[in-house]
């Protein structure tokens, strides 16, 4: 059955505008285009960074530009001229803000819009917020409550300047420069990202959050997280991004580096939304992103992600379960529609004995997209007794969508223990007429049955990360089925 | 209230339906009996708006109000209610949010005000002692690991709270045993009302020894053929279907 042509609303919504699409005005200070050595020094020098940060983005720099991007996802797009990004944009309000009063109108409106009033957040959920807007964090909130216990969470850039013993003794140790061709472009080349260091045995007390969005047409966007889980801390941190309307391919290639010590905690959950380009998929955001966290003895790193957004996505956010008895968790939702793909999935390298691996991944293909889990998982030949447990399950709302699963086993210890599940289904037009016949409309059945499929993932979300997800799936799925 | 004139219908090739007619008055039961293929089901789903079967002929009227131009959700907002022969599952949606987003849809389409967290609830408690429907299964997912007859009692839980004008129940005492078939009749008898009807279409009599109709009719070869009392039915249960197919066949 031709889903356009039997169903009006498919249509209807397919051709729906993006909901976040608007762009806000502000003036922006932009480095021409292109890729150099010029250019990272003119970056380093605008931050004002010391010597050896510099020196290591040279070196990344020469790495990067040996290494190729690599073809083996399944994935298919024209690849990005290097040199017609513009690597540097920050916005022009010089002054660091005291307060969140003092921070641009223009872009508190646009904070607004996304729905994340930064005052609101601080008075209902207690969350510290940090807004990075193109490449430079604008607004810091709740800093001094964190400092009290002496945690750190602030703008990369700031890390640099501040602690930067501890920026350089961890930067690039979890996700190394020549990893792979987008970690050593943005090893050379990014503006800024978040840092946060949680102390020996403290837990943090509040959600850490940041929001990010590209704002600026042609800027290529490279952010840079560095997280660091001292002995027995915890912190659960929460990252989620909406982008506005752009006719031209926004890159998007950040890294993310999780370091959880002996005993220690990391939760990391991610919303995911950015533009996914028109309904031929035209315009929308490439996100190419390496997420990887390592594991110390009985640490634990769980990733949660929702992801709807992004023309084409390329994310594996992995644990390396180095210590023994560590765990590593990973909870996943992607959504593609019209013409997104994904290629998603995780990495559980197990090295330590007695560690643990729990991989759930729910895929969502709708309109033309093609969506594919991939997932590693290796046990070394210390693995004593570790054991995964893999469950993927891909739901198809078209004939039109694809899914796929390429999972990856490799044990080379004889007590370690795999198990893998996958099951692939179509939505059922049984499940929707019962919804409509109890008077739901069609893109509140769509809502619910989706929801209810993805439950064990956004479950693991926090709360108000929970409700913003809910809702973001049934706008990414609206009138979808076919 | 309902009334249903000459309906043809069919799906793909096969026309199920050859020349319906049937008027409900309000606050009737109407049973519906029939030999199996005759058309039954499809019926129930026509009413419920399922868009697989194609009315080729014929008029739905409900309330003045012509049903044929309705889409599914618009009838159950127009108060027409289909309890399922399968009720379906839907994982991971536990059967209150579902009753309660299906209800405040309801409400909001007819421009009412939602219900309130308080007076839905002390809804759900009237209606789930009514079918002796257990908390657990309140909070469990919709009919997932339901028994049969779980599921049944879940269709009339649902029913009573969405208070429908005319409800369909298509062979809900198929896969009921005798403790559950007791429930599920008393729930549908608790629900009579002056303003209320129902359809209820069953295989046997057992069925309207508990739901006790006013009227009963026949459906063969995808036309009501003979209708009656409450009498018809033991008179069908007792003789079977072909006396009145071959009269209709020598009428013929």
Redo the contacts between chains.
């Keep these: 059955m031709s889903a356009k042509e039997d169903n009006p609303l498919l249509d209807e919504f397919t051709r729906k505008e993006y909901e976040f699409g608007f762009t806000t005005d502000i003036e922006a200070d932009k480095v021409p285009p292109g890729l150099n050595e010029d250019v990272i020094r003119l970056i380093s020098a605008k931050k004002e960074e010391p010597q050896w940060m510099l020196d290591w983005r040279l070196q990344a720099f020469e790495v990067w530009k040996t290494m190729e991007e690599p073809d083996w996802a399944h994935v298919n797009y024209t690849k990005p001229d290097y040199q017609a990004i513009s690597y540097y944009s920050a916005p022009k309000s010089k002054v660091p803000l005291g307060s969140l009063d003092e921070v641009d109108p223009e872009m508190r409106a646009t904070m607004d819009k996304l729905g994340i009033s930064t005052e609101e957040q601080k008075r209902l959920s207690g969350v510290a917020v940090d807004f990075v807007m193109d490449s430079v964090s604008v607004a810091t909130s709740f800093k001094d409550k964190l400092a009290e216990l002496g945690i750190i969470f602030c703008s990369m850039s700031e890390a640099i300047k501040e602690h930067p013993d501890l920026v350089r003794k961890h930067l690039g140790t979890v996700v190394p420069v020549k990893d792979n061709f987008f970690s050593a472009l943005n090893s050379a080349v990014f503006t800024d990202g978040s840092f946060c260091y949680i102390p020996k045995g403290s837990r943090c007390p509040m959600e850490l959050s940041t929001y990010f969005r590209i704002n600026e047409a042609g800027t290529g966007q490279f952010e840079r997280t560095l997280l660091i889980a001292e002995e027995g801390s915890y912190v659960s941190y929460l990252e989620g991004c909406t982008a506005p309307q752009r006719d031209e391919n926004q890159l998007h290639a950040a890294v993310v580096e999780l370091i959880a010590k002996d005993d220690a905690e990391i939760k990391y959950s991610t919303v995911q939304n950015w533009y996914p380009g028109d309904a031929e998929g035209k315009g929308g955001v490439f996100n190419f992103v390496t997420k990887r966290g390592i594991c110390e003895t009985r640490a634990k790193i769980s990733w949660t992600q929702v992801e709807t957004g992004s023309a084409v996505t390329w994310k594996y956010p992995s644990c390396i379960l180095k210590g023994d008895g560590s765990v590593g968790e990973f909870y996943s939702v992607a959504v593609t529609n019209n013409a997104q793909q994904a290629d998603t999935g995780t990495k559980m390298v197990h090295l330590g004995a007695n560690t643990h691996s729990t991989i759930i991944s729910k895929g969502i293909s709708a309109g033309n997209s093609q969506n594919s889990y991939r997932g590693l998982v290796q046990m070394g030949p210390r693995a004593r007794n570790a054991r995964n447990f893999s469950q993927c399950d891909s739901l198809l709302m078209t004939d039109t969508s694809g899914a796929h699963t390429f999972p990856y086993i490799e044990s080379k210890h004889p007590t370690a223990q795999v198990e893998h599940e996958a099951t692939t289904s179509k939505i059922g037009e049984d499940q929707i007429f019962y919804c409509l016949q109890r008077g739901l409309t069609e893109e509140q059945a769509i809502g619910l049955i989706v929801n209810g499929y993805a439950k064990e993932v956004l479950n693991k979300l926090p709360m108000e990360f929970a409700v913003e997800a809910r809702k973001l799936l049934s706008i990414s799925l609206e009138g979808s089925v076919g | 209230m309902l009334k249903i004139v000459n309906l043809h219908a069919r799906i793909g090739d096969t026309e199920i339906l050859k020349g319906l007619t049937l008027e409900l008055g309000a606050g009737k039961v109407h049973a519906i009996m029939g030999p199996n293929g005759s058309g039954k089901s499809t019926l129930a789903s026509i009413l ?3 868009d697989e079967y194609e009315v080729t002929e014929g008029s739905i009227t409900f309330e003045g109000v012509d049903l044929l131009e309705l ?3 618009e ?3 127009a108060g027409i ?2 309890a ?1 022969q399968y ?7 536990s059967n209150i ?3 309660r ?3 405040n ?2 409400r909001e ?1 007819r421009e009412e005000a939602p219900l309130s967290g308080k007076d839905f609830l002390a809804k759900v408690k009237a209606c789930a002692q009514l079918v002796e429907l257990d908390g657990k299964l309140r909070d469990r ?1 919709v009919n997932e690991g339901f028994s049969g007859g779980e599921k049944k009692r879940n269709e009339i839980f ?1 029913m009573a709270m ?1 208070e429908p004008k005319l409800a369909v129940l298509d062979e809900t005492d198929s896969g009921l045993d005798i403790d559950a078939l007791r429930i599920v009749s008393h729930g549908v008898n608790s629900m009579r009302d002056p303003n209320r009807s129902f359809l209820v279409i069953t295989h046997y009599q057992r069925l309207l020894d508990h739901i006790v109709p006013d009227h009963v009719h026949v459906l063969a070869g995808g036309r009501i053929v003979h209708s009656g009392g409450k009498e018809l039915a033991l008179e069908l249960e007792k003789k079977g279907y072909d006396w009145i197919l071959d009269a209709q066949a020598e009428k013929a």
């Design positions: 419920a708006g399922r889409d599914a959700t009838r159950a907002v209610f289909l399922f009720p379906v599952e839907i994982p991971g949606v949010n579902f009753l987003t299906a209800i849809s309801i389409q997912s649902q969405l």
